[in-house]
């Protein structure tokens, strides 16, 4: 199993690519299924979780071709998705139990052929992140929803959801797309209240209503959607990953670097990210290409945050924030609000010397002088990223474990941080 070895105290300098966003082009890909015609997506990084979805979009008939593999560091790929027909309304658990967001093919594949069975995606690392915003919504779209032997199955009477008036009580990422999906082919008007509002779902709504959908009110949080009859194909360039960004954003800071982050409008969709990391001294100047990061002050100044949906401090964040936060000049709390257990980097962090202490879903962070190097163990996906952060800067070695977890939401990692000057490398043999 791969491990990565990381050498800190090596400031990173140069420029660093942004790929496409994950969390767009994962319904992004979804929304293939809504269409007979070609949805050409470029800009669609190389992570685990394409791959993943990919499998299941052809299992339900979906054709892909690759148009462009994106050999180079600072070029995603492009794929081509093409579904004349739907061969297959299940979605089966040994994909789903995967990755979680293949619950967004229930919507498209409700509204497209008016059923669906698609395997409960269960628990993860982060919490039990139930479905049940999602079944609520398409309940109030007419939609029958059954739960048989860990599958959920849907069907829309008559063949074709009704519109209504989709109300979530809290604010949920994927039910707001996987409803919004569906309701672009619903027969009338759906209204969806206290909709999400991150920078994907708008990625979503402008690649969809460029399929030929009528969605109005994009990026508030309400969103209204008058049904047709059917939609066409695209070609549509996913968004850059504003998770990524801050994040090489945070590891530019704790090195006391300068890199200049490529991709076009970054700090835009950084937006909620970009004012917690200005309160802790860290710089960003705007360039023709991207932008500059930097520290701006001797010593990271310690910042208190909530986690909050967008446009407030992103819970993808966290365990970066985090990280950084261990060596700031005074103390942080960070309290995660979203997921239920989303501190798994906590007891792997204060292994390399941070001092963490828990109180329930709040964290105290006292700023150290220095972090220690040591075997640490990756739980998911942001968390293996705020132990890759500590490494940069901890002193002599950090060998990081279970780096699958990396390869889901960071492409080319070790590439791109070593050509900024990371002493990084990636190896299955590497001593422990
Ligand atoms: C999306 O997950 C992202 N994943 C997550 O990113 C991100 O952390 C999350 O949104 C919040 O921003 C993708 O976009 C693929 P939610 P999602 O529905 O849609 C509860 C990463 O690291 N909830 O907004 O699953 C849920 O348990 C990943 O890239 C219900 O109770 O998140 C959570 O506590 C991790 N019932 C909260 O709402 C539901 O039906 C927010 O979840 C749905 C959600």
Do not use: W
Not at 28 to 42: F, I, P, Q, V, Y
């Amino acid at each position: 199993m791969d491990r990565i070895a990381i050498t800190g105290g090596y400031r990173l300098e140069g420029q660093l690519p942004i790929s496409g966003a994950k969390n767009a082009a994962l319904p992004l890909m979804c929304a293939s299924l809504l269409t007979k015609e070609t949805l050409t997506l470029s800009n669609l990084p190389h992570l685990a979780d394409i791959k993943t979805l990919k499998l299941l979009l052809e299992g339900h008939g979906v054709k892909t071709t690759v148009e462009n593999e994106g050999v180079n560091l600072s070029e995603g790929q492009t794929i081509s998705f093409e579904t004349p027909d739907i061969t297959s309304t299940v979605a089966p658990y040994d994909i789903v139990r995967k990755m979680r967001a293949s619950i967004l093919v229930l919507g498209p594949l409700l509204a497209r052929e008016g059923e669906a069975t698609v395997s409960l995606p269960g628990g993860c690392a982060i919490g039990n992140r139930p479905i049940d915003l999602h079944l609520k919504g398409f309940e109030e779209m007419g939609a029958k929803i059954e739960l048989e032997e860990g599958y959920v199955r849907a069907v829309a009477p008559g063949g074709r959801l009704e519109g209504g008036t989709v109300h979530f009580p809290t604010v949920s990422v994927g039910a707001t797309e996987n409803i919004l999906m569906a309701a672009t082919l619903a027969s009338g008007e759906t209204i969806i209240d206290n909709a999400a509002r991150e920078p994907e779902i708008s990625d979503l709504a402008n690649c969809l209503n460029a399929m030929g959908a009528n969605i109005s009110g994009i990026g508030t949080k309400t969103l209204t959607v008058k049904g047709v009859e059917s939609l066409h194909g695209a070609q549509y360039a996913v968004m850059p990953d504003r998770i990524e960004a801050g994040s090489y954003a945070v590891a530019a800071a704790m090195t006391r670097g300068e890199v200049e982050l490529l991709g076009h409008d970054l700090l835009d969709v950084m937006r909620g990210t970009a004012g917690v990391l200005k309160q802790a001294g860290v710089g960003f100047k705007q360039t023709d290409d991207g932008v500059i990061v930097t520290l701006e002050r001797d010593k990271i100044k310690g910042v208190d945050v909530s986690t909050q949906p967008y446009p407030g401090f992103p819970t993808d964040m966290q365990a970066q924030l985090m990280a950084m936060m261990t060596i700031c000049d005074s103390a942080s709390v960070i309290n995660e609000t979203i997921f239920e257990n989303r501190f798994m980097h906590v007891p792997e962090l204060c292994r390399m010397g941070a001092d963490i202490t828990m109180h329930g879903s709040t964290a105290i962070v006292r700023g150290v002088d220095g972090l220690l190097g040591a075997p640490v163990m990756a739980t998911d996906l942001r968390a293996s990223m705020s132990l890759v952060l500590a490494g940069l800067v901890a002193d002599r070695q950090t060998f990081v474990n279970r780096i699958y977890h990396l390869d889901r939401g960071y492409e080319r990692l070790v590439e791109k941080l070593s050509a900024c000057g990371a002493k990084i490398i990636r190896d299955a043999n590497l001593g422990i």
